[in-house]
């Protein structure tokens, strides 16, 4: 019943910057926690970034000063500024929302950055 729908992904070179965003569908009332993790090839999911109802937030340490997590609570969306992005970055970037003791994710946006 619930459905994420993210978008922004694609191609930029290193340096540049993407603007992610995950919108919420469905019968929703008060989402609780959103966030993003990140997949790359031959690696495990990591968290990216979390944001909590009341709007504080955490980074994963590389993510952290070229980051941005931020959340539109009426529109039910979380977003996921990225600016001086590396190669490193690349990934299938996932968002989830934490909602009624559940997790839901989104369908996952590929990130590619060339040097």
């Known amino acids: 019943q619930v459905q994420l729908v993210e978008s922004g992904g694609g191609l930029v070179q290193a340096g540049g910057s993407l603007r992610l965003s995950c919108a919420a569908s469905g019968s929703i009332f008060s989402i609780d926690e959103m966030g993003w993790y990140r997949q790359a090839p031959g690696k495990q999911r990591e968290l990216v970034a979390v944001?909590?109802?009341?709007?504080?937030?955490n980074y994963a340490g590389s993510m952290k000063g070229r980051f941005t997590i931020s959340r539109d609570n009426a529109e039910n969306t979380v977003y996921l500024q990225m600016n001086s992005l590396k190669p490193e970055d690349t990934a299938v970037y996932y968002c989830?929302?934490?909602?009624?003791?559940?997790?839901?994710w989104g369908q996952g946006t590929q990130v590619t950055v060339s040097s």
């Open positions: 989830y929302v934490q909602y009624r003791y559940r997790r839901y």
């Open positions: 944001i909590s109802s009341g709007g504080s937030t």
